[in-house]
């Protein structure tokens, strides 16, 4: 059966590779565009970062309702989040590797500081949308890596008001992007 703009969806939950080929071929420049416009200045990741984004969409896909949004949006929120996680992975590789093995030029120190405003901006953008509190426990859990119970210890709310809280706010950043691509 040919695979067609019809069918790819049903047949990429049915692992079939073709789907995702066709998927590439017909969907890839949003993914290669994200990805070129969001890790400018970071090429070397491009490849490993694109690779992941058809990864998740191929483990993914189940998650995927065409009834809350189109393929297209749905792809570029993958990219656009897995670019985000490029972006801190190279600044996690930075800080963990000695500098004499990653044989970095003097100005890294300037590029470093560039890609962390570059996060910290898109970061920023996207909880802007919340109120303060969820803002604050996206920023512990998230950016600061913070674990549950300390969260739920130092702000007395209980765990499951701050997964209802996360869950919602991750709801209301996810339909804004959605509205903003279309």
């Known amino acids: 059966m040919k695979i067609t703009e019809e069918n790819f969806i049903l047949k990429l939950k049915q692992k ?13 420049w949003v993914i ?31 998650r995927f309702d065409k009834n809350k949004c ?22 996690k590789d930075l800080e963990n590797e000695d500098i004499d093995e990653l044989n970095i030029a003097l100005d890294d120190s300037s590029h470093r500081e ?12 996207m ?6 509190k969820d803002r604050e426990l996206f920023l512990r859990l998230y950016v600061k890596e913070e674990d ?5 210890h130092d702000t007395g709310i209980n765990k499951d008001v701050i997964y209802n809280r996360v869950s919602r706010g991750k709801r209301k950043i996810r339909d804004l ?5 279309r």
């Open 148 to 152: 549950m119970d300390t969260i739920s």
């Open 70 to 91: 189109s393929f297209k949006n749905w792809l570029a929120a993958i990219a656009k989040y897995k670019s985000i996680d490029y972006k801190r992975k190279y600044l």
């Open 16 to 28: 079939d590779e073709r789907a995702l080929e066709y998927a590439i071929d017909n969907y890839g």
């Open 32 to 62: 290669k565009s994200i990805v070129k416009k969001s890790m400018y200045n970071l090429e070397s990741y491009h490849d490993e970062c694109i690779n992941d984004i058809l990864l998740g969409v191929w483990n993914n896909i189940d």
């Open 177 to 181: 992007f959605k509205s903003k691509e």
């Open 114 to 125: 560039v890609i962390k405003n570059e996060i910290s901006e898109e970061t920023e953008a």
């Open 127 to 132: 909880l802007s949308h919340l109120k303060e």
